[in-house]
């Protein structure tokens, strides 16, 4: 198997194990294996540390609180610690993309760039109010998780975690894709006033 196909399937596993993590959780401490939880997303950031670019600034960061998370849940066996990984994802995406609003270029704006786009003004503009705006469900998407790990039961945090929060994102980019024209619109006539 060459390199570029290897990695792309170890990207593939280490995202399917990440999205599947709530689900095992729900299934493992209902049999009394929660630590096999912990070793499930120990597999994932392993498989995520031996893709290309993962041992580098932010990504080196994450992969450090995904290898404490599960070295806390695989020894400790913490119910609760478990149910705590999606609200230190989203802080951590929180920080990654808020960051970037004080240290530009936005988040998205560097997507869209290594994507091998040139931007303009509008566009710099459009993709800065798109980076706030996924800071904003980050913060949301980490309250709730939150509220789901300490006050809810372990079938609305697995709900939530292992299935609400997928497709309000993928809402979130569908949506995206259908203002993206309007709203790059009005930027770009905003700044000619």
Wanted: with cysteine; net charge positive.
């Amino acid at each position: 198997m060459t390199a570029p196909r290897q990695s792309g399937l170890l990207n593939t596993v280490s995202i399917v194990l990440l999205a599947a993590y709530p689900l095992a959780v729900y299934v493992l401490v209902e049999r009394g294996g929660l630590r096999l939880a912990g070793l499930v997303l120990l597999a994932a950031v392993a498989l995520r540390a031996l893709s290309p670019g993962a041992v580098q600034g932010p990504a080196l960061a994450a992969l450090g609180m995904g290898a404490a998370f599960a070295a806390g849940i695989t020894l400790g066996g913490s119910e609760v610690l478990a149910r705590l990984y999606p609200v230190a994802v989203s802080a951590a995406l929180l920080a990654a993309f808020g960051a970037t609003l004080l240290r530009p270029p936005s988040m998205v704006e560097r997507i869209a760039r290594a994507g091998g786009g040139e931007l303009d003004a509008a566009a710099v503009r459009y993709t800065r109010t798109l980076t706030a705006g996924w800071c904003g469900f980050f913060c949301l998407s980490g309250c709730v998780a939150l509220g789901t790990a300490l006050l809810g039961s372990r079938e609305a945090w697995t709900l939530y975690n292992g299935l609400v929060s997928y497709l309000l994102v993928g809402a979130l980019l569908a949506g995206e894709r259908i203002v993206r024209p309007t709203l790059r619109r009005r930027l770009a006539e905003s700044a000619l006033r």
